[in-house]
């Protein structure tokens, strides 16, 4: 089955540690997204790459980078990590050619629970 | 800006039917979608609607009022496996077509 899959599944680092979530996915979808997701707050946007040669900020986009180092790979960095940066974050990706150009659904990855102490 | 409103928690009885209601205000607004996401989840898409009415899918429907920017989801014959949180969320044209999610409501179904 085509697929989202993120890694590691599971991180604790410390403050000051540069750490890098890892997105792949098998869809052929050009579009990518990272999101976060703290308790009771549900999911806030990071980045979006809309294809390769795009990368757009989210909502929340500081203390983040990305790089999209191709169609299936879309990967989030966090610099220089603070405890606030503690969540779960999740990859997404969508097709508009799936959904006759609205680009509404989102095809979600098993999630990476971060943890910075 | 944009934001979302929706119920924090909706508890209901196996084989009853819930509704659970979104409000939104965005500049831009070109549909809403629901998600589920069961504890230790993934969101999975459930509907979108960018025209106003109801849209079926089996048990699970969706309204949309874009003069009331008010959506609803609607969950008929509850199973204990829809205990889950259930986002709405936006799509607005505004910044590129990016989605903006609710909070999320959670759904506690009873025996």
């Known amino acids: 089955d085509a697929d989202v899959t993120q890694t590691p599944r599971n991180r604790i680092t410390k403050t000051g540690k540069r750490i890098m979530l890892e997105c792949s996915q098998t869809k052929g979808h050009d579009r990518m997204y990272w999101y976060r997701q703290d308790p009771g707050l549900g999911l806030q946007l990071i980045y979006y790459?809309?294809?390769?040669?795009?990368?757009n900020k989210g909502e929340i986009s500081d203390g983040y980078s990305v790089s999209r180092q191709a169609q299936a790979k879309f990967s989030l960095s966090l610099e220089s990590a603070i405890p606030n940066q503690t969540a779960l974050y999740f990859c997404?990706?969508?097709?508009?050619?799936?959904?006759?150009?609205?680009?509404?659904?989102?095809?979600f990855g098993p999630g990476t629970r971060l943890t910075v102490l | 800006g944009q934001s979302l409103e929706q119920p924090s928690e909706v508890t209901a009885v196996e084989g009853a039917i819930v509704q659970i209601n979104c409000t939104y205000q965005?500049?831009?607004?070109?549909?809403l979608s629901w998600y589920q996401q069961h504890d230790g989840g993934a969101p999975t898409f459930l509907s979108y609607?960018?025209?106003?009415g109801l849209e079926e899918t089996g048990r699970f429907s969706s309204f949309l009022s874009r003069s009331d920017s008010y959506g609803y989801l609607l969950l008929q014959e509850l199973q204990m496996k829809d205990s889950a949180s259930y986002f709405c969320?936006?799509?607005?044209?505004?910044?590129?077509?990016?989605?903006?999610f609710g909070a999320g409501t959670r759904l506690f179904v009873k025996a």
């Open positions: 969320a936006v799509r607005d044209r505004s910044g590129g077509f990016k989605t903006i």
């Open positions: 965005t500049s831009g607004f070109y549909g």
């Open positions: 609607n960018a025209l106003d």
């Open positions: 997404a990706t969508s097709d508009p050619r799936n959904t006759g150009g609205a680009d509404n659904e989102q095809f």
């Open positions: 790459s809309f294809d390769v040669k795009d990368i």
